[in-house]
């Protein structure tokens, strides 16, 4: 996917799939050489916030993430219908933290970052953005690579609706779009595509990214919770319900990507959800998505990863997609 005469990859992972800068995790290092390597795909890192965010998963020294997700408290995993259920909502350190830390500078090859404006209400959440994009500003000179900037306005462990959001999306974009670099606003299949066809015709907008999890009991007429988890109450109702990944994801998305096409949406569109094997990208391709992201596999079914990537790269040039946007 070239933005801005920029390949960021056709393959990309989902949001914190690598952890904040690409190190990945413990499990997923112990695995590599059976098949749970990422090599080919672009890093899309962990969502940061302006300001420190406990969430529901404790932090390393370092401020990356720990053993996820092997057995943490704040997910649930069933690898048998190739589902997870999250509410790690939005841990970090903070974006001056993150920032300070020099890694994403260091990286070399170009990346994504990821940005969460988590405030009450849109004043405070425009804030963050502006708090963001100024603090951004200072450090992008030191970067060796390009960056994408994602902005993420669907993460369903803070307690914000799509809807409640997708209405400041186009101030947003005129927030961020003094940085200079491709934006790309973060929905899950909820949003409207005809909104999302708004959003895309914005100038700063250089694509859309569908979608993020789902959160629990919505779309009951499309997801089957009863039978996914064998109730209507969540397993993880302490921590506000959670986000929904894995299978039942695929053809919405295939579906949400499809409409936006045929309703007019020609910019970029990065789709991941429920792919879980090779055969899966193929689901997405014919949709319409420019480029795919993995996000579940990695711990659904970490040994296909290898051979997703690598028969995502070969579809990718069968079909001929590598064209340049903006």
């Not at 994009?133 to 960056?147: D, H, K, M, R």
Request: hydrophobic share 40%; with cysteine; charged share 20%.
């Amino acid at each position: 996917m070239r933005l801005r005469d920029v390949d960021f990859g056709n393959v990309l992972t989902a949001s914190g799939t690598l952890n904040f800068y690409g190190e990945g995790y413990p499990y997923q290092k112990l695995l590599k050489p059976f098949g749970c390597n990422f090599t080919g795909a672009g890093l899309v890192a962990k969502t940061v916030t302006i300001q420190k965010r406990k969430g529901n998963m404790s932090l390393n020294q370092d401020g990356s993430l720990p053993l996820f997700p092997l057995k943490p408290a704040c997910i649930v995993v069933n690898r048998e219908k190739g589902i997870a259920l999250n509410a790690v909502g939005l841990s970090n350190l903070g974006a001056v933290a993150h920032l300070e830390s020099g890694k994403w500078q260091k990286l070399e090859e170009p990346f994504s970052l990821s940005f969460m404006a988590v405030g009450q209400s849109k004043e405070e959440r425009l804030h963050e953005l502006r708090a963001f994009v100024i603090l951004l500003g200072v450090y992008l000179p030191w970067f060796q690579e390009p960056v994408c900037l994602q902005l993420n306005y669907s993460c369903p462990n803070t307690g914000h609706e799509v809807g409640e959001l997708a209405s400041e999306v186009e101030e947003g974009l005129n927030i961020a779009s003094a940085l200079d670099i491709p934006l790309i606003p973060k929905f899950n299949v909820e949003l409207p595509v005809q909104m999302a066809l708004e959003i895309s015709r914005h100038p700063a907008c250089d694509g859309i990214c569908i979608s993020n999890t789902i959160p629990w009991g919505k779309l009951p007429e499309r997801i089957d919770w009863v039978g996914l988890f064998g109730s209507m109450t969540s397993p993880l109702a302490h921590l506000g319900g959670g986000g929904l990944s894995g299978a039942p994801l695929l053809p919405l998305v295939a579906e949400w990507v499809y409409a936006a096409r045929t309703t007019g949406i020609t910019k970029p569109i990065n789709a991941g959800g429920g792919i879980l094997e090779p055969k899966d990208v193929d689901v997405l391709l014919d949709a319409g998505a420019t480029s795919v992201f993995l996000g579940s596999i990695s711990f659904l079914r970490p040994f296909s990863v290898r051979d997703t990537i690598l028969y995502a790269e070969q579809s990718f040039k069968r079909r001929g997609r590598s064209q340049t946007w903006r």
